[in-house]
């Protein structure tokens, strides 16, 4: 039989690794937007072409 203690630590451990999972997808997320914009924001006055979109969604991507 579980007791609960055990139980608390293994939700505790779940929750925490969730954490850190989400964590890194938005820091991930992040880098990529912050990447983005830098390519977005011209440096010199020549055209800055867009990047080629390839994702197949045809709107964000939620992460949870």
Known sequence: MISDATNASLMLSVNTSLLKKTMD???????????GATLQTPSSNAPVEAPVQTSDSRGLDIYA
């Open 25 to 35: 997808t938005n820091e991930a997320l992040m880098t990529n937007l912050i990447e």
